[in-house]
């Protein structure tokens, strides 16, 4: 059951390198700095990667920690992952979508403004991406042929199904060294990892080809047309954390609003009536 702890050591350091280049873009309600970036996707591929993303950040958020809670945390993100990889094609998504990236990368080649270093090595990156998920076996990400995840997955969908006396067996490994339990998710995870790096590259091609804008959402609402000759793919609003509002966005492929409301607690939300100034980032690529 256990990996080498090697292995572990390996997988820990560039799970935490990658989240200091990566948690500039993170793609929900993210805290930056003194900052707040609320995302709306605008067709169902980019909302597939950006709940994978999600995932695979709970995964890497609570598998190296100590706490039995923490591996409990992770396991349930592990099962997340299995199931919306069993309702939907996403490695043909994933593929699709980058080599529709990579052809419009090709095209910038011809811009002389464009560092060609850069821009090759982006392209290198992505091909190895897509030759990884060409060979990636779909019954490598299926966890059901894995006796004791299968086991704990079919419990956890039960209201406390996952108690000590249910499952001895998921006790006794919880009860293991934190670097085992850490070695043996990086082993359970590691057949994600292309889907996990493509998402990653293909998200933060997207967040970066926005161009921002400064807006102000007259008592609280703001509307705008898309151009209908660039296909937007994700929304993004930032507003200053000192304000006590939350952004609500809705949008087709035409039109978008955002709608600041203040946090009700337990009552509903209502609209601000003051103006919000807010920076507005479309998403093109």
């Known amino acids: 059951m256990v ?37 709306q996707p605008l067709n169902e591929r980019i909302r597939t990667f950006l709940r994978l993303e999600f995932l695979f950040e709970q995964c890497r958020a609570f598998t190296f920690r100590d706490s039995v809670w923490d591996s409990r945390a992770s396991m349930n993100a592990l099962f997340d992952l299995s199931n919306a ?8 998504e994933l593929l699709k979508e980058l080599e529709r990236q990579t052809n419009f990368l090709e095209k910038l080649a011809e ?28 019954q490598s990400l299926d966890i059901r042929s894995n006796e004791f995840l299968n086991s704990v997955k079919q419990r956890s969908a039960i209201s406390g199904g996952c108690c000590d006396f249910d499952l001895p067996s998921y006790h006794f490994w919880l009860s293991q060294p934190t670097e085992r339990r850490a070695a043996d998710m990086s082993r359970w995870l590691e057949p994600f990892e292309p889907i996990r ?36 793919q994700l929304i993004r609003v930032t ?47």
Do not use: W
């Not at 990996?3 to 935490?16: D, E, G, I, L, M």
């Not at 990889?85 to 043909?92: G, H, P, W, Y």
């Not at 409301?261 to 507005?280: C, D, I, S």
């Open 239 to 285: 507003v200053a954390s000192s304000y006590p509002y939350f952004a609500e966005i809705s949008g087709s492929k035409h039109r978008f609003t955002v709608r600041f409301l203040r946090h009700g607690g337990a009552e509903r939300p209502t609209q601000a009536e003051e103006n919000v100034p807010f920076k507005l980032t479309c998403c093109m690529l």
């Open 85 to 92: 990889f069993s309702r939907a094609d996403i490695k043909t």
């Open 111 to 138: 811009n002389p403004k464009v560092d060609r270093t850069v821009l090759d090595q982006l392209l290198s990156e992505m091909d190895v991406l897509i030759d990884r998920l060409h060979s990636l076996p779909v």
């Open 3 to 39: 990996a080498p702890v090697n292995r572990y050591s390996a997988t820990a350091t560039k799970y935490n390198s990658e989240a200091q280049t990566t948690s500039a873009l993170k793609g929900r309600q993210a805290t930056v700095r003194d900052q707040i970036v609320f995302e």
């Open 197 to 232: 790096e493509s998402v990653n590259i293909l998200l933060r091609l997207i967040r970066e080809s926005g161009h921002t804008s400064d807006e102000v959402a007259e008592s609280g609402f703001f509307q705008k047309n898309l151009d209908q000759t660039s296909i937007c």
